[in-house]
């Protein structure tokens, strides 16, 4: 069965029309989606934060950028974020994998340790950023359950577009021009496919190919983005298809 139905709607009010035609414009959703705005950090404090306005701190910053997936997307793909938050929070990763992956997907710009909290502390409060938003319009809004992706052969076809890359992307994490420095990213983005969602350990894959600007094997990560049923633009959008 494909796993399209893991972005299907959470509500009954959603519109198959309006869905189409965000997909079109969808290049993330949920935790990598959040972690992708280590891009826009800039233009989010530009548009935020006047020049003379005191600046709040990069733990708000990044729970603001949490409270507005809510005006993003629509509520089937906001409420991806606490997908991916819980599918972690309930696995059996150690806290430095969590650590790690989300480093890695952010390019090294943003490490809850450098604030005070674990990597699990920081995902929960994103959640609460987040669930807080949700219910200023919906104040009955509980939380899906948690539906990570655990089929054998998913993980296995994540693993295995991992693999030709490994060293690569380990090379790259660990010599960053800009961010800090992250070591053990391969090991523990195979730790989120194995033991918590092979969906959600894909995307952070792919989120920290782009951070990284590693070149990869663009059609066959477009082909596995097809069988877990992302919107069209999630896998090739920001990917260095470069093949020299």
Request: hydrophobic content about 40%; glycine content about 4%; charged content about 25%.
């Amino acid at each position: 069965m494909r796993q399209r139905e893991q972005y299907g709607r959470f509500y009954e009010d959603d519109f198959v029309e309006a869905e189409f035609v965000e997909d079109i414009y969808t290049t993330d959703m949920g935790l990598t989606w959040l972690a992708s705005q280590w891009e826009v950090l800039e233009e989010f404090y530009r548009e935020h934060f006047p020049a003379l306005a005191d600046d709040p701190g990069p733990v708000t910053v990044w729970l603001m950028l949490a409270e507005s997936s809510v005006d993003q997307f629509d509520r089937s793909k906001a409420a991806q974020l606490s997908q991916d938050v819980q599918r972690l929070l309930r696995s059996p990763l150690p806290d430095e994998t969590v650590r790690t992956v989300w480093r890695a997907a952010t390019h090294g710009v943003f490490d809850p340790r450098e604030h005070g909290m674990s990597a699990g502390s920081w995902l929960r409060r994103t959640e609460e950023a987040w669930l807080a938003r949700v219910r200023q319009d919906d104040p009955a809004f509980v939380p899906p359950p948690p539906q990570p992706v655990v089929d054998e052969e998913l993980r296995r076809a994540v693993l295995r577009v991992i693999h030709p890359v490994s060293e690569r992307l380990s090379l790259a994490a660990e010599n960053p021009p800009f961010g800090l420095a992250v070591t053990g990213v391969v090991p523990a983005l195979k730790q989120v496919v194995t033991e918590s969602c092979a969906d959600l350990g894909y995307r952070l894959f792919l989120r920290a190919m782009k951070a990284y600007h590693v070149p990869a094997d663009k059609p066959s990560l477009v082909a596995l983005g097809e069988r877990f049923g992302y919107p069209c633009w999630v896998v090739p959008e920001g990917l260095n298809d470069r093949t020299d």
